[in-house]
């Protein structure tokens, strides 16, 4: 199984461009999540989906939106870059219930908007 | 609003030389309170899940334990392998579905040979 998956794992953007995340995962999980992790704050939840068919907004969604394309991808689209969503973005997923709620990260896109 | 606070930002340690990191929180109800670790330019590893007061859950030279309003990462004789940030995070019982977490901004471990 390779988990999570993220594609790319580096961007360089210019401001004003648009792009894509792409995540997948092949461990049958309901829920997944996207966070974005800076310096001094943390992992910070951008969006999420409890299942198939569902998003809601985290705590910083403004300028991004998401995609749930099936059970197994979870897309994160920025539609005009600006430098302050230059950040790491990590997707995770997790299954949904009363327990066994850890969520497993991918390895990451290293996002620079210049 | 839930809030985790991590302290240290950041330890040094000797090989040999056993410590402990603080995960304060807040939250209006704990569901699970989680420990992560994550090495420099890889996604977080889970590492831990404790549920309720007074548990405490072990793995090679690691021993969380957790009260009503905080979390000890207990690390026992520590290896220079065992460098890395560690992250704790809390989820809140909710009426919707999903598994939200609320991280803190971890603590840098760094143990020297």
């Known amino acids: 199984n390779a988990g999570v998956t993220q594609t790319p794992k580096f961007q360089v953007l210019k401001t004003g461009q648009s792009m894509t995340l792409q995540c997948a995962q092949d461990?049958?999980?309901?829920?997944m999540y996207w966070y974005r992790q800076d310096p001094g704050m943390g992992l910070r939840l951008i969006y999420y989906s409890a299942s198939e068919g569902t998003t809601d907004k985290g705590e910083v969604p403004n300028g991004y939106n998401v995609s749930r394309l099936n059970k197994r991808e979870f897309s994160l689209r920025l539609e005009s870059a600006a430098p302050s969503q230059t950040s790491v973005y990590f997707c995770?997923?997790?299954?949904?219930?009363?327990?066994?709620?850890?969520?497993?990260f991918g390895p990451g896109t290293r996002l620079t908007v210049l | 609003e839930d809030q985790v606070t991590q302290s240290p930002e950041a330890l040094r340690l000797q090989e040999g030389e056993s410590s402990s990191l603080n995960c304060s929180y807040t939250v209006s109800g704990l569901r699970g309170l989680f420990w992560y670790r994550q090495d420099p330019g890889k996604g977080p590893e889970f590492l831990f899940t404790l549920y309720s007061a007074g548990e405490e859950k072990e793995k090679e030279r690691l021993k969380a334990t957790l009260t009503k309003k905080e979390s000890f990462l207990h690390i026992t004789a520590p290896k220079p392998e065992d460098s890395a940030t560690y992250l704790c995070a809390v989820q809140a019982w909710e009426e919707t579905s999903g598994s939200r977490l609320t991280f803190g901004e971890g603590t840098q471990l760094t143990v020297n040979p």
């Open positions: 995770a997923s997790s299954v949904t219930g009363i327990s066994y709620n850890e969520q497993f």
């Open positions: 461990m049958n999980h309901n829920s």
